[in-house]
């Protein structure tokens, strides 16, 4: 399984960016994905996640991005994305793109989001 992330860039406080994931596999069939990000100096974090659950998914996301970031997949494109708003400086990190299929994880390289004025 290749992943693709892509999207990242420059934003100042508050302005918006939308990453996206593309997916080498049929991301139906992919019972979890997500993002995830590394700050300098920091550890890797989970930003936000889907989780298959029969027919449906449930969302999850860190405390610190809840009502700001919203995570997506579309099934018909093989993609997932993370659009995120209200965006803060400690919101600077490279975000990486991750997929579960059985019990091996996927990485994306990873794409630099900086905020700052």
């Known amino acids: 399984v290749q992943l693709q992330a892509s999207g990242g860039g420059l934003v100042r406080p508050g302005g918006s960016l939308t990453l996206s994931c593309a997916v080498s596999?049929?991301?139906?069939?992919?019972?979890?994905m997500g993002w995830y990000r590394q700050a300098p100096g920091k550890e890797r974090e989970l930003v936000a996640s889907i989780t298959r659950v029969g027919n449906s998914a449930n969302y999850g996301y860190e405390d610190s991005v809840k009502g700001r970031f919203t995570i997506s997949r579309d099934i018909s494109m093989n993609t997932m994305s993370l659009q995120m708003t209200s965006l803060k400086p400690e919101d600077t990190a490279v975000y990486y793109c991750?997929?579960?299929?059985?019990?091996?994880?996927?990485w994306g390289k990873g794409t630099l989001v900086t905020v700052s004025s």
């Open positions: 596999r049929r991301i139906v069939s992919i019972r979890s």
């Open positions: 991750q997929a579960r299929v059985g019990n091996m994880d996927y």
